[in-house]
């Protein structure tokens, strides 16, 4: 158990240009979070997968941004055409299925910086 | 859907001195609650979790009791060490499929 991965761990890229991010969660965990945290707050809710379904997504997550998880395993995160205010860091988080809530193990997240 | 008020910081304290780090949070019906914390350097990581009211949770000499009357989940130490600076967060669980709310985290800075 290798914990979840994430990368890249930092990404800068100019205004405008599309990036990509990829998560693996732990390998018995089916499911998997996306979460988008700025400076000086605490993480807020991008999505969230149940296997390959994709069966939540926040009202933070635009036109612009698209999140996918084929055959349940990894997931990436694009976003397109960014703007300054993407710049945050993006941590995934994945968890077993069970009654509610159970813990869920993060990453250690892709820092973006748009310029 | 769930909020969460924490207590702003930051949190300066001396080694040894007893912490508390406030709580309260709105939810619909009774969510499993956690507190995270996020140690410089590395990702977040679950410090302790209460399931039902009245539960304890307790890890590394933490404790949180989660209080159903007051939707509290007051965070605390009897006796803080310089390895406990970080950032902790506390976060309901949504009642389906685990979601979490975070609040925006409070600062602790343990001195010598």
Known sequence: DTGVSQDPRHKITKRGQNVTFRCDPISEHNRLYWYRQTLGQGPE???YFQNEAQLEKSRLLSDRFSAER?????ST?????????????????????GTGATE?????GTRLTVV | GNSVT??????????????????TYTATGYPSLFWY?????EGLQLLLKATKADDKGSNKGFE?????????FHLEKGSVQVSDSAVYFCAPGGTSYGKLTFGQGTILTVHP
């Open chain 2, 37 to 41: 914390v996020q140690y410089p350097g």
């Open chain 1, 70 to 74: 084929p055959k349940g395993s990894f």
């Open chain 1, 77 to 97: 995160l694009e976003i397109q055409r960014t703007e300054q205010g993407d710049s945050a860091m993006y941590l995934c988080a994945s968890s077993r299925a």
């Open chain 2, 6 to 23: 924490q207590m702003e910081g930051p949190v300066t304290l001396s080694e040894e001195a007893f912490l508390t780090i406030n709580c």
């Open chain 1, 104 to 108: 869920a193990f993060f990453g250690q």
């Open chain 1, 45 to 47: 809710f991008l999505t």
């Open chain 2, 64 to 72: 949180a009791t989660y209080r159903k009357e007051t939707t509290s």
